[in-house]
């Protein structure tokens, strides 16, 4: 059976690189992008059970512009947003995205993922 595929969009070298290994030792495949346009070439390239971004990226492209492309292109992708503010600074989350607030620990991370819809 295929491991459940992550796209996983994170501007923070570090952290995306631990969370990536916490990640596939938790049973996921994962993609990493580091940024929004990056998330958009591999979006185009392949489909993912889920994908993971930080809301706040450089070039331009947010973490909510990443979440509206899947919600258009694969509605069935669980998306998940990630950032250090609080919901109520940040622009309207759009319907049916997860959310996750900065700083998390994994186990958070993996309830927010296995969460029913």
Request: hydrophobic share 40%; glycine share 6%.
């Amino acid at each position: 059976m295929a491991k459940p595929s992550i796209l996983y969009v994170e501007d923070d070298e570090l952290l995306r690189s631990v969370t990536s290994m916490a990640l596939e030792d938790a049973g996921y495949d994962v993609t990493e992008a580091v940024n929004g346009v990056d998330a958009k070439v591999k979006l185009t390239a392949a489909r993912f059970d889920y994908v993971l971004s930080d809301i706040s990226m450089p070039a331009g492209v947010s973490g909510i512009d990443i979440s509206e492309v899947v919600r258009s292109s694969s509605p069935d992708t669980v998306t998940v947003l990630i950032s250090g503010y609080a919901k109520s600074q940040l622009p309207p989350i759009p319907s049916g995205t997860r959310f996750l607030k900065k700083p998390y620990h994994v186990q958070e991370l993996l309830d927010v993922l296995s969460a029913a819809p």
